[in-house]
């Protein structure tokens, strides 16, 4: 038997830091919201017991530090199940992108595999063991929008953004979360308005949404890696509504009301930046 299942990205409108835990971990709060960027995750049945992971990115890992292996391991020595599975992923979103890729692949194929060896888990238990792969797998196996704390596993749903085009730009380069946390100086940062930005998605005022963008992490991507801050300048340019960095980066997207608008600001960008992605905002859960 094989199963196909989507795997979008998403992006953070508000990412606020606010200590170091005892656990060595950060404590968040967050904004996180579903896009129309996704992998597509093929799971096929096999009878050897194995677990095969195959992706054409030579950037995907194909052992046990691919997420979406990790994912499959678990649930196989946990509830004790004799089959196998391949796993092939076809990326689309860009990897290490600060997009969670690898996290919405691994949710995926919690989700898939819990249909296809009729596991039985609910979506509440498939997110409490995502938790156990990534911070972020949690809010990947729900989707839609949410107010993500703790260390990114403690969701709670909020209402969708309104409606709105999503231009992303990636720079040719990876960042590491582990780095940017590293240079975080934790008693010098402007802590974005997080939770005016849950009254914003609940008022669907655009606008109000647009002015409470931040992310705490921009400014360390941003100081060492000059490409990021590049981008973010030419997004502004060409008349994005709000532009922010995603996650701990290096990707940079900007909110766009109206199609003309994002056409130039797509345009603009793709003669600056190889990766440039024009999407719209999904926001609302979607029920596999």
């Not at 050897?48 to 292996?69: C, E, F, T």
């Not at 969701?155 to 969708?160: E, F, L, S």
């Amino acid at each position: 038997m094989k199963l196909s299942m989507k795997a979008p990205a998403k992006i953070n409108l508000s990412l606020d830091v606010l200590g170091k835990r005892p656990d060595g971990f950060h404590e968040v709060e967050m904004i996180m919201t579903t896009i129309d960027l996704s992998d597509r995750i093929e799971l096929e049945d096999r009878y050897d017991g194995k677990i095969y992971v195959s992706s054409h990115n030579r950037y995907v890992p194909d052992d046990q530090r691919n997420l979406a292996y990790q994912a499959a391991q678990l649930l196989k020595e946990r509830f004790k199940v004799s089959r196998g599975v391949t796993i092939t992923i076809t990326k689309i979103i860009p990897v290490a992108a600060g997009l969670a890729g690898g996290s919405s692949d691994a949710a995926a194929t919690l989700k898939g595999l819990n249909r296809l060896w009729n596991l039985g888990l609910s979506v509440d238990q498939l997110a409490e063991i995502g938790a156990e792969i990534g911070s972020d797998v949690s809010f990947c196996v729900y989707g839609g929008t949410a107010l993500a704390t703790g260390r990114g596993e403690v969701i709670q749903h909020i209402d969708h953004p309104p409606k709105c085009w999503v231009v992303l730009a990636k720079p040719e380069l990876g960042v590491s979360t582990a780095e940017v946390y590293r240079n975080l100086n934790l008693k010098n940062i402007e802590h974005p308005d997080v939770h005016g930005m849950v009254d914003a998605l609940k008022e669907k005022d655009y606008d109000k949404m647009c002015n409470l963008v931040g992310n705490v992490l921009e400014a360390v991507t941003l100081n060492l890696y000059p490409e990021v801050s590049q981008i973010k300048e030419q997004m502004i340019k060409f008349g994005a509504d709000a532009v922010l960095m995603s996650g701990s980066g290096p990707t940079v997207f900007g909110l766009v009301q109206y199609d003309s608008r994002m056409q130039r600001v797509y345009n603009g960008l793709k003669g600056f930046c190889d990766k440039v992605y024009a999407v719209r905002i999904i926001g609302e859960r979607v029920v596999d």
